[in-house]
């Protein structure tokens, strides 16, 4: 926009990398991944929406300068990444129960839930830190085959009752978290459903990666008018994209390919041996960024990814008046103006 700098609101393109592993010992000489984990990252774009597979954007990425929308245009782009380790985290167990009465099934997963909170208390994890969540509380059947003269008649009958509750724990130090699991298992608690992270003051990390990002592009911008480019104030759009990426959406999971000994088919000794299946946190790679705070990490943190675009119209040169010579079917030569 012509005069002033706008402020366009974020624009989303969705750009999809799949990750993939590679594993080998003495034992396992060959692994396939199966990881359906994604990241996705939401980009701003200009007048012409185009998604990107992973080679042709890799492709566009030359010192920031990513594509020319028009011949008169240029777009600038700066992505950083922040890896901020958390400071709040929340684990989830779950407990099912089941007996002959509802007051019996009750009694039965309380006694398991009290004996883990009482753990709990001497780890320094209080009451205030922990939430019993009641999920549900339902009747359960079987069928019962009944016998007659000439054939048999299955009903279905009531068994018992089925109760289900989840533990909701907050804390603040992600090493206790093994302590957690072996207590949890010696109170029969066994379901480990998630772990979330939680950082603080999200925004900070925001902050620093804008600021970061302009630094790094005014520097561009610097080199590029070193090249004669006109990059005037007056026409150029600005926008910007942010993400936050947890842990727990990084998983990758693979599995290992096993062959079978020949001698063992001719011996007919063949044994199935189990496929084990292998889980690794797997951060988002770096090469895709212009700046990285805090490369290198020991342990799972949130990711905050920032974009920033600056799309620059150049002016376009003035077209020079020029005249054609036209000979008329008359047999006369005219000049005809060309604008």
């Known amino acids: 926009m012509k005069n002033h700098t706008t402020l366009a609101c974020i624009a989303l393109l969705t750009c999809t990398v799949h990750f993939g592993f590679a594993q080998h010992n003495d034992n396992q000489r060959s ?44 777009l600038f782009e700066v992505r950083s990444l922040f890896n901020a380790r958390a400071d709040r985290f929340l684990v989830v167990f779950n407990l099912t129960q089941i007996g002959k009465t509802a007051v019996e099934t009750d009694d039965l997963l309380n006694t398991r839930i009290n004996g883990f909170t009482a753990g709990l208390e001497q780890m320094g994890i209080k009451g205030g830190q922990v939430y019993i969540d009641m999920i549900y509380l339902i009747p359960t059947f079987e069928f019962e085959m009944e016998k007659k003269l000439f054939s048999k008649t299955y009903n279905e009958v009531p068994t018992g009752f089925e109760m ?5 724990i907050a804390f603040d130090d992600i090493n206790i978290v093994d302590e957690l699991v072996t207590l949890a298992a010696k109170n029969e608690i066994y379901d480990l459903v998630k772990l979330d992270f939680f950082v603080k003051n999200a925004q900070a990390m925001y902050d620093t990666l804008r600021e970061q990002s302009v630094d790094y592009l005014n520097k561009k911008l610097a080199s590029f008018k070193k090249l004669n480019s006109n990059l005037t104030d007056e026409y150029h759009i600005v926008r910007e994209s942010s993400r936050a990426i947890y842990p727990e959406t990084q998983y990758s999971n693979y599995d290992a390919f096993v062959t079978q000994s020949i001698e063992a088919v001719k011996n007919k000794t063949i044994t199935k041996i189990r496929k084990p299946k292998t889980v690794a946190y797997d951060q988002i790679p770096y090469n895709e960024f212009d700046i990285i705070i805090n490369p290198d990490i020991l ?5 905050y990814v920032y974009t920033l675009q600056v799309k620059y119209t150049l002016p376009e040169p003035e077209k020079k008046k020029g005249t054609y010579m036209l000979i008329t079917p008359n047999g006369d030569l005219r000049q005809v103006p060309v604008e």
């Open 164 to 168: 289900q509750k989840n533990i909701h």
């Open 31 to 74: 692994f396939k991944s199966s990881s359906s984990n994604a990241y996705r990252i939401q980009l701003g774009e200009f007048e012409h929406d185009k998604i990107y597979n992973t080679q042709t954007y890799a492709q566009q990425q030359v010192s920031g300068l990513r594509y020319y929308t028009k011949d008169n245009e240029m």
């Open 299 to 303: 342990q799972p943190v949130v990711q």
